[in-house]
C-alpha cells in the first residue's frame, strides 16, 4: 500500500487541478462552439436541442470539469510513486481516468441520442473527452511538485 507522507502537495494538487480544468473548460468551448456549430444548427432547426440551455447545468459542467482536473491531479500525484513523475505517467492517468469518464457516457449518448443518424456527434464527444482529460492531466501535471523535487531528488515510495 502506498502512503501518502507529509511531502504530498496538496496545494499544487488544488493548482494543478483547478487549471487542468479550467483549460479543459476552454477546451470544450474551443471543440463545441466553431467545430460542432454546424451539427448543433441542424439539431436545432429539427427541434431535437433547444437553443436556451438548461440552467445550471452549463455552470455545472464548469465546475465538474474543475472538480475533474483536480481528481486527475490527485491521480496523477498518487501514481507518481509508483510509476515515477514525468509525461509519461501523465499520459497513462489522462487515457485511464478518461476512458473511465468518458467512454461510458459517450457509449450511453450513442444509445439514446434523440437523432442517432449523427454518429460523428458522439463520436466527436468520445475522442474530444478523451482529449480534454489527457490534456487536463498533463497540465495537471506539470503544476505538481512536492518538495523533493525542489530539492532535486527524487521522490520515495513507502510500500
Known sequence: MIHVDEKF???RVFLGGIVGGVAMAVLS???NQPILS???ESLLEEGIYTKVPHHPFVELNI?????FGIVLAWLYAIARHRLGRGPKTALL???VAGFIAVVPSSLHQAAWNPAP???RLWIYWLVG??????VGAFIAAAIYSEEEDEEGEEATVRV
Open 9 to 11: 502537495n496538496w496545494g
Open 117 to 119: 443518424y449523427l454518429v
Open 29 to 31: 468551448f474551443i471543440l
Open 38 to 40: 454546424p451539427t448543433y
Open 93 to 95: 492517468v489522462g487515457v
Open 63 to 67: 465546475v465538474g470539469l474543475i472538480l
Open 129 to 134: 473527452g478523451w482529449v480534454k482529460t489527457i
